[in-house]
């Protein structure tokens, strides 16, 4: 099932007044940026875990389905070890993440699961051999803190997307939306290029922009501010996605990076999925809901911005892939995602 066809969803809701425009900006370092080659029949794809812990069990399914691709299948060291939280110690996720790096026959990695533990190994990693023998990095959630250190040291695209852990157990039981989250990273990962619409909301600004795509978990941006994988988003359209969170902390969020200037220069805006947990007392309800979070923090920003879009810790968490270069189109009746060219 194509995504772009599955994501249809029912009518547009009335948006609100206001005129459309157009918003395209680029810096000159997007030049840099290139993406690995796509897969084909019988190359290597590598399971590893650098931030929690997972089972040999757990990513069964995962493999069965890698395997049903055509694609050989490597389980990584980390898989089945526990260091509190962690797939194993620092020293050895590091370790085995690096290994799997430096090996050119290796053509991909899929981070297992999410959870925490990248921030505490990704100074330790050595990148260079990604210039030479490039290779997809696959997740999201703590995976971000990797997709925004590779976009920002190395300028090579990479896939956010579901994990070993949201796989099927039975691929046959399995409902039409997780299949088609699932083959999503399928078809990046053998060079579909992105093509999402669905209907419009009540509260999208219109507008189209172009840039490269780059974003993933809030909390995680934020927390990468002023470091050495601090996420530059001049001239991009960014997406944010999060879980756990209440409005409160979303809204002290968005303002650290409205205040660390990533909202200010964007080309586009999407926000995907945010499950925010209820407060605890009626007396301590924020008083705001997301939309009206986000809006207040983008008065003086004349670019697109769309909501629930299908990304994040929800079921309708289709692949991205971060670094391409990407239309968004933000209209009345529908909201518009399109690759636009193969990176170099």
Excluded at 96 to 103: K, V
Excluded at 111 to 124: M, P
Excluded at 126 to 136: A, E, M, Q
Excluded at 258 to 278: D, M, N, Q, T, W
Aim: glycine fraction near 10%.
């Amino acid at each position: 099932m194509k995504r772009h066809h599955f994501l249809q969803q029912l009518g547009a809701l009335t948006l609100g007044a206001g005129l459309p425009y157009e918003s395209f900006s680029m810096e000159p370092e997007d030049n840099a940026v290139f993406q690995p080659p796509f897969l084909k029949a019988g190359d290597t794809i590598a399971i590893s875990s650098p931030a929690g812990y997972i089972t040999r069990e757990e990513i069964n399914p995962a493999v069965q389905q890698l395997q049903s691709w055509g694609l050989t299948v490597r389980i990584g060291d980390t898989i089945g070890k526990r260091d509190g939280t962690f797939g194993g110690t620092d020293q050895e996720r590091t370790a085995d993440l690096q290994q799997l790096i430096n090996d050119p026959s290796v053509k991909a990695i899929l981070c297992a699961r999410g959870g925490y533990g990248l921030i505490r190994i990704i100074d330790g990693i050595d990148f260079r051999p990604l210039r030479k023998h490039p290779k997809w990095l696959i997740g999201f959630s703590d995976v971000t803190v990797l997709h925004a250190h590779l976009f920002r040291k190395t300028g090579l695209a990479s896939i956010h997307s579901k994990m070993c852990n949201s796989f099927p157990d039975d691929w046959s039981k399995a409902d039409e939306l997780q299949k088609a989250t699932i083959l999503s990273i399928r078809d990046l990962l053998f060079g579909e290029p992105m093509k999402f619409e669905y209907a419009a909301g009540p509260y999208n600004q219109l507008g189209t922009g172009v840039g490269q795509l780059v974003g993933g978990n809030c909390k995680t941006i934020e927390s990468l501010a002023g470091s050495a994988s601090d996420l530059h988003t001049r001239g991009k359209i960014l997406f944010l996605e999060d879980t756990g969170e209440y409005l409160y902390s979303i809204d002290r969020m968005l303002w650290n990076i409205k205040r660390s200037g990533k909202l200010e220069h964007l080309a586009g805006l999407i926000i995907g999925g945010f499950k925010h947990k209820p407060a605890e007392k009626l007396e301590e309800e924020f008083g705001k809901n997301l939309q009206q979070i986000v809006l207040e923090k983008l008065d003086d920003c004349r670019y697109p911005v769309c909501f629930d879009f299908p990304v994040g810790h929800q079921k309708n968490n289709f692949a991205l892939k971060c670094g391409a270069l990407v239309r968004l189109e933000v209209t009345g009746s529908s909201v518009r995602l399109t690759e636009l060219t193969s990176l170099k």
